[in-house]
Every structure is written in C-alpha cells, then in structure tokens.
C-alpha cells in the first residue's frame, strides 16, 4: 500500500472514500451519546450533520457509518469512523480507528483511501486533552498499515483487494505541526512495514517455514536492508558447546538455524563507539513448530503451535526498522530456531544438558523447550558483548492462564531497563504486565541431580518458573523477558484486524531501541 501525506483541504479532495473521525463528548457513565467530529472542516460537518444528530451512530470505538454522495464533498462516499468516549482518548484508539477504516474499505474493492487527520483542536480542551501529532500521525499510519493485511496467501481462489493508496489529508498549518505530522507518518510507515513483515512469518505454518527457511528470510531480509546476517546450524551449536540448544533440535530432521543479525551505527568521520556504549541483544525464541517432543502435547489445537516462533519474528521485524531508524547503537539480533519433535533422537525427560555457559540443566518436561533454546541465545549475547538483553518468546501457557489474551507478561532484573522498556509501551501503544521474577521463586527451579531443572516442581507460578530459568542466564546483565504465548495471535475478529498473526513486541522492542540512540 502506497502511502501518502497531503497538506489540503478533505471537502475538495477527489476519493472514493473519505474518512472522518468522531468521539462521543457526553460526560458521565449512562448519558446519551453526543458526537463530534474530529475536523475544523465546516463542509464535512455540514455533510455529516444528519447523520451525527439522529441516534443511529454512537461513536463506539471501531464503529463505522457510511454516506454515499455526501453533500457539498468531492468524495464519493464518507465514512464515519468512532473512537469512543472523548475523554479516555488515546493515541491506540486511533491506531485501532485508522484500522477499522481500511477494514471497512478492503471487502468492497476501494483501491484508494483518504483519511481526515483526526484534529483534536477542533474541540475544546474541555472535551479532549491534546494530543501529540508526530504520535497522532504515526498511530493513524500504523493502524492503517496494519490494517491492510490478510492471511489469504494460500486461497487458490484468493481476490485481490488491496489498497492501493492510501491518503492522509491534513489541513494546512503551522510549520511545526506540519513537520511533526510528516515526522511522525514517516515513523508510522517504517514500523507497519516490519510489524507485518513480522506477522507475515508467523503466518507461515511449520512445512514452509522450517529453521532453514526462517533463516533464509531472515537473511534476504538483512541483505536488502543492508545488514550484517550469519546464520548457522548444527556444528556450530556444537563449537559453541549450546548443549540445551542442540538438545531440543536433537528430534527433528530439519537441522536448527542460528540466526544473527548485526546492525551497527554509521558514525561521523572520526568518531568511535565508546568503550562503555551500550550494546542491545535482541534474542527471540523460534521453534518453528512445538510437538511438545517426547512430551507430547495433545491434539487439539496443537496447530497454532505454528506460531511458536513469534518471538523470532518480533526480533527480525525488529531489525527490520531498526535497519531504516539508524538509532546510534550498536544492536544484535539472535533468533534460536529449532523444530520441536518426538523421536528416536529426540531429547528426554530425565536427561540431563549443560548449556553454552556451563550450567547443568534436568530435563523434567520436553514441552518446556523454549527457555531451552533462549538460555544459549542470552548467554551467547552476552559473549558478544552485549550489555543490555531483551527477549521475547511465547514461552507458558501459564502466561496465557495469568494475564489472558490482552497483556503479554514482562519480567525483568533491573529497574531501569524496566522503566525504559515501559516509556517505549507508551508510544507503542502495547500492553505487558509486569510478573516478579525475585530471588523468592528461586526454589521452583531446583533440581535434584543437576543445577536447576527445566521446569517448575509444581504447577503454580508456571509463568515464572520459566522466567526465574531465563534469568540464571541472563544473570547481572540487565533484562528483559517478554512472554507473548497469549498475545502473539488474534483469535477473535476486531473491526480492526482479522483472527491471525498479531505482531506484539515489535514496536516496543523498536521503541526500546531507540531510547538509547542519541539520535533517532
Ligand atoms: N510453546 C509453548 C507455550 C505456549 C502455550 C505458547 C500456549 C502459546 C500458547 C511452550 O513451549 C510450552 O509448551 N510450555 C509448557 C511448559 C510446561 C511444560 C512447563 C506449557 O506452558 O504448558
Ligand atoms: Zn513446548
Ligand atoms: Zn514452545
């Protein structure tokens, strides 16, 4: 989809559709709803006014009202777009907004779409606090892009409905307001692009997308961005002694991928990274599908588990911006891929590993190979010489029993790096949950015969088990572990998005990223 930002009036400008926004200003929880319009444009209003003043639209976020021939508008058709109650406002909800627009557009074949920038001055303050307009436009950019993607690629009799064009039309204005909206809708395009690059690979079931293969793309895609990408298999797991890492790809016949991606700061002519510059290792697990091994799990809905490499995803999608963002830090990519199967060689309950960094580790459950194949991958961070960890995995069902579908969990080891990581959510727009993962939990992951175990010795806090495992190898460097079991795929429909690949973690690991850049 081609996007487009332009600096006119949206009543003289020639679409199939127009989009407007509108909030419901009625204050107090049971009042009727009251509608306005998100635009200073006085013929918009005039084409809406019927509609807004009958009760037939209530604003709901995502709701969708169209009229045909709007009167006094060049745009064949106008379509009404909610974004809920005026006060609680937020830059997601426009995220969401711009989404259900070109939702509403895909189905009925408009090749081109324009969007009224939201312009919240034109109420007043009373109503709506301000908002940023780089975030506004980023967001509306983002929604909109997202938006675009459906999971069709394997229908044989697949329609093409895409987009296009899609067109922002802002009134003109202030010259840093325009330069912020421009800032912010260029922000906007690189980040849809690698979350659905992402999305894109978590859609891929597990006989397309075997390691080899996510390493294949990952490297196309390093290649194409101009970034450094190696990527390795079995003997070098056995070179770098990744004992928990190689034990989990031990059943499968497709070999394990090693995927590492390097982007490193073009500086200014003379200058050198110095000694103590932060270095970010970006580790995602990547099974590319999770039997559970020996461990079986059972057959119902044991295909999602497909999606198991979405935290591999997220990191790739990562580097993906971070390739066009050019913050100025040194960052490294880590992908532990690997298929998870029972058979003659596969690993077992009761066998006993030692990881890359020396610790012995009992092996109680098959299924609990995520934190396996991470444990290597942070570890192997750390002898890159990275000095600050983020991981994100769909690593516990247990999550998905804590948290639910809407917050992802978040652990961490450090305060700083945690709060760094929250002020990144509040651009992203992501919701995570902070879980403890104190020395307290310690005990859960005691083994009998070796150094700690793979699993929790009971049922409880499963969640955190598998954090307390991560953080034996992440150890004093500061961390972050992201467990997205629960979040990586939509299951329900939203006026927003399809059921499928969701592409969590990766604006927030974008944003986290460029908070320790100097320069972007
Ligand atoms: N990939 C799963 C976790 C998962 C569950 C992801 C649901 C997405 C949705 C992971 O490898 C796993 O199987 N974990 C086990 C751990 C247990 C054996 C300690 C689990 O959560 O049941
Ligand atoms: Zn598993
Ligand atoms: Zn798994």
Not at 23 to 29: N, R
Not at 149 to 165: N, P, V
Not at 467 to 495: Q, S
Request: contains cysteine; glycine residues 8%; negative net charge.
């Amino acid at each position: 989809m081609d996007m487009k930002l332009m600096f006119q009036e949206a009543a003289s400008f020639q679409t199939p559709l127009l989009v407007v926004f509108a909030v419901d200003i009625a204050i107090g929880k049971d009042a009727d709803p009251l509608i306005a319009l998100l635009t200073t444009s006085d013929a918009v209003a005039n084409a809406a006014a019927a509609i807004i003043a009958s009760d037939e639209f209530k604003g709901a976020l995502g709701e969708q009202a169209v009229l045909h021939g709007p009167n006094g508008l060049k745009a064949e058709r106008l379509l009404i777009v909610g974004l809920g109650k005026a006060k609680t406002l937020s830059v997601d909800d426009i995220r969401k907004a711009a989404g259900a627009a070109v939702r509403w557009a895909k189905p009925r074949g408009m090749r081109q779409v324009t969007i009224a920038f939201p312009e919240d001055h034109a109420l007043s303050d009373e109503h709506l606090d301000d908002l940023p307009s780089a975030l506004l436009s980023r967001a509306l950019v983002e929604g909109a892009g997202l938006a675009e993607q459906d999971w069709d690629t394997y229908k044989s009799d697949r329609k093409d409905r895409s987009i296009e064009t899609l067109i922002v039309v802002v009134p003109e204005g202030e010259e840093s307001t325009t330069r912020e909206i421009q800032l912010g809708f260029e922000e906007g395009r690189i980040v849809a692009e690698a979350q659905n690059f992402a999305r894109s690979l978590v859609n891929e079931p597990g006989n397309v997308l075997t390691p080899t293969e996510l390493g294949r793309r990952a490297a196309a895609m390093c290649a194409e961005k101009g970034l450094k990408c190696e990527v390795y298999s079995t003997a070098k797991l056995e070179e770098l002694k990744m004992g928990a890492f190689a034990a989990v790809a031990k059943g499968s016949a497709q070999p394990p991928a090693l995927i590492v991606m390097t982007y490193e700061p073009k500086l200014e002519k003379g200058k050198v990274l110095s000694q103590d510059a932060p270095v970010l290792g970006l580790v995602g697990k990547g099974i590319t599908f999770d039997t559970g091994g020996i461990s079986l799990k059972s057959a119902d809905g044991m295909e999602k588990m497909k999606y198991d490499m979405a935290g591999a995803a997220a990191m790739i999608g990562a580097m993906h911006a971070i390739s066009q963002f050019k913050p100025s830090v040194k960052v490294i990519g880590i992908v532990c891929s690997a298929e998870n199967m029972p058979s003659g060689t596969a690993y077992k309950p009761g066998d006993v590993v030692t990881a890359m960094s020396g610790k012995t580790i009992e092996i109680l459950n098959t299924d609990a190979e995520g934190r396996l194949v991470l444990a290597d991958g942070l570890h192997y961070a750390k002898t890159l010489g990275c000095t600050h960890l983020i991981n994100a995995a769909t690593l516990t069902g247990a999550c998905v029993v804590a948290l639910g579908m809407i917050n992802a969990g978040l652990f961490s080891n450090d305060e700083d790096t945690f709060e760094r990581f929250s002020r990144a959510t509040r651009v992203s727009g992501e919701k995570f949950w902070r879980l403890p993962c104190t020395d307290d939990y310690k005990d859960q992951i005691k083994s009998q015969i070796a150094d700690i175990m793979n699993t929790g010795g009971s049922r409880w806090g499963g969640a955190i088990s598998a954090a307390m495992f991560l953080r034996e190898f992440a150890e004093d460097t500061p961390w972050i572990h992201l467990d997205i079991a629960g979040c990586a795929w939509n299951e329900e429909v939203k006026p927003w998005h399809p059921k499928g690949p969701s592409g969590v973690a990766v604006r927030s690991i974008i944003e986290w990223v460029r908070t320790f850049s100097t320069t972007s």
